[in-house]
C-alpha cells in the first residue's frame, strides 16, 4: 500500500523539461494511443491565457486546406523545420517529394517515425548545414528563434541552407485583432512533465512583408485561411531572397 501511495505521488510530482517536449510527449501519445488522450493533458500556458497548442492534429479542417496549398507550391529537395508529428511531411512523401523534417523533440521525432517519415532527425535547424529548395516553416515556427530582434539571425542562417532561386514557406497565424507582432513567453504542461519556458513570436503578413524586405527578402502571400472558414485563421506565404544585379 505504502508502495503504491509513494509511486502515485510520483507519478504527481512534476518533472521538468526541455521546453518542447511536452509538445512532443501530447504529440506521441496521440500518435501512439487516440486523439482524446492529447486534448485531455496537454496544456499550453502563456503568461496571458492557456489554450490549446497549435498543430495540424488539432485543426483538422485548416490542415487539409494548406495541405493542398503547401502542395501545390513546393518543389524540388524540401525541409520541414519544426515538423511536429509530421502531418504534411508525411502528405509530400507520399506525393513523391524528398522530404526531410527535423523538430527540436526526440518525443516528436520519434512519433514521425512511428508514422512512416523516412527521412527526420532531431535538430535544432541552426544545426542544419545541408542546402534545400524549399523550406517549411508552417504552424507559426518562424516565431521558434523567439524575438523579433533575432529575425534577422534566423534570415541569414536560412539563406545559408537556401538553395540560389529557393523559397521559404511560412504559415503564421493570423488573428483578427492582431496587427502588430506579438511576442510571447509561455511553456507546454503534459501530464506531470513541465517544459521550461520559452519565448516565442507571431508577426501579421503586413509586417512580416516590411521586416523581410529591409533584410532583402521578398515575400509574397500566397494564401490566407480566415477565421469563418477555418478554425485557426492564417496566412500562407513564400518568401525569397532579392538578388541585385
Ligand atoms: C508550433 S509547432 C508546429 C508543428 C508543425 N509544423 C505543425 O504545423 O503542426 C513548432 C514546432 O517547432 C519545433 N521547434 C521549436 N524550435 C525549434 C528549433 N530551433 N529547431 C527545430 N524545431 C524547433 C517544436 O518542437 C514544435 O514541434
Redesign the pocket.
Known amino acids: 500500500m505504502f508502495e503504491f501511495i509513494q509511486n502515485l505521488l510520483k507519478r504527481l510530482q512534476p518533472i521538468l523539461v526541455q521546453s ?1 517536449e511536452p ?2 510527449m501530447a504529440i506521441l501519445e496521440h500518435v501512439k494511443t487516440n486523439r482524446e488522450q492529447f486534448y485531455k493533458h496537454f496544456v499550453f500556458n502563456t503568461n496571458t491565457t492557456t489554450v490549446l ?5 488539432l485543426y483538422p479542417l485548416l490542415a487539409e486546406k494548406l495541405t493542398n496549398v503547401v502542395l501545390d507550391n513546393c518543389k524540388g529537395k524540401v525541409l ?6 509530421g ?2 511531411t508525411l502528405k509530400l512523401q507520399d506525393k513523391g517529394y524528398k522530404v526531410t523534417a ?4 526526440a518525443h ?1 521525432v520519434e512519433a514521425m517515425k512511428l508514422l512512416g517519415v523516412k527521412d527526420c532527425l532531431v ?4 544545426d542544419i548545414t545541408e542546402q534545400f529548395d524549399t523550406i517549411l516553416l ?4 518562424l516565431g ?1 528563434i523567439g524575438a523579433i530582434d533575432l529575425f534577422p539571425v534566423l534570415l541569414s542562417k536560412l539563406d545559408e541552407i537556401l538553395k540560389p532561386d529557393g523559397q521559404i514557406i511560412i ?1 503564421e497565424s493570423d488573428f483578427h485583432n492582431f496587427w502588430f507582432s506579438y511576442e510571447w513567453e509561455g511553456y507546454f504542461k503534459y501530464k506531470n512533465y513541465i517544459g521550461q519556458e520559452f519565448s516565442w513570436f507571431n508577426i501579421p503578413a503586413n509586417e512580416l512583408i516590411e521586416l523581410a524586405y529591409s533584410y532583402g527578402w521578398h515575400v509574397e502571400i500566397i494564401d490566407t485561411f480566415d477565421i469563418n472558414q477555418f478554425d485557426n485563421p492564417s496566412y500562407l506565404a513564400s518568401m525569397t531572397k532579392i538578388r541585385r544585379q
Not at 535538430?123 to 541552426?126: E, H, K, M, V
Not at 508552417?138 to 515556427?141: A, E, I, R, V
Open positions: 518542447m509538445h512532443g497548442s497549435s498543430s495540424m492534429y520541414d523545420v519544426g515538423a511536429g508529428g502531418f504534411i527535423i523538430d527540436i523533440s516528436c535538430s535544432d535547424i541552426f508552417l504552424g507559426s515556427t521558434c504559415e
